[in-house]
T-cell receptor, first 104, second 113 residues
């Protein structure tokens, strides 16, 4: 059984749509990391959060430590948001990622 | 700051050859790590270090060696390359302790024929 489950695995949406990516995990953690991997391969940190919600621009991340669940939301999605989004509970176990494609 | 740098960006090896992937960071981070990324899979930890002179194995350490003689550098050595080691390798660093985000290098794409 995978210790990190991301859903959906693949998501294609139209520009402007509200996007939600979910991450469920089985290990007890104190913090979770969301990262973005660009089509060129580079990995960029988006959020590190241990409770509640964080917002950066059009990106919002939420976490419920008790439920072992986190979500990443993108408002007013744009083609430049096309990337693979990875969640990593406490950076020990890495999800395979959600491949997001935003069509113009 | 250059952040985390990796060299080379691309490498092709023949089975049995050895090589070293270089990683350096200029953020004075104590914690450094090496991951491999294979298609359809998440990042898998190969080796990590919590400071100069201290290294430990991750999830998939076989076939790889590391050393940490300075805070800045954390090279990964492939002792005898195998086709199963064809992958993209990422080096990362962060402040030691929980709750600190990692900074990744640009990656090295390795092909073993």
């Amino acid at each position: 059984k995978n210790e990190v489950e991301q859903s959906p695995q693949n998501l294609t949406a139209q520009e402007g749509e509200f996007i939600t990516i979910n991450c469920s995990y089985s290990v007890g953690i104190s913090a979770l990391h969301w990262l973005q991997q660009h089509p060129g391969g580079g990995i960029v940190s988006l959020f590190m959060l241990s409770s509640g919600k964080k917002k950066h621009g059009r990106l919002i991340a939420t976490i419920n430590i008790q439920e072992k669940h986190s979500s990443l939301h993108i408002t007013a999605s744009h083609p430049r948001d096309s990337a693979v989004y990875i969640c990593a509970p406490y950076q020990l176990i890495w999800g395979a990622g959600t491949k997001l494609i935003i069509k113009p | 700051n250059a952040g985390v740098t990796q060299t080379p960006k691309f490498q092709v090896l023949k089975t049995g050859q050895s090589m070293t992937l270089q990683c350096a960071q200029d953020m004075n981070h104590e914690y450094m790590s090496w991951y491999r990324q294979d298609p359809g899979m998440g990042l898998r930890l190969i080796h990590y270090s919590v400071g100069a002179g201290i290294t430990d194995q991750g999830e998939v350490p076989n076939g790889y060696n590391v050393s940490r003689s300075t805070t800045e550098d954390f090279p990964l050595r492939l002792l005898s390359a195998a086709p199963s080691q064809t992958s993209v390798y990422f080096c990362a660093s962060r402040i030691t302790g929980g709750g600190y985000e990692q900074y990744f290098g640009p990656g090295t794409r390795l092909t073993v024929t």
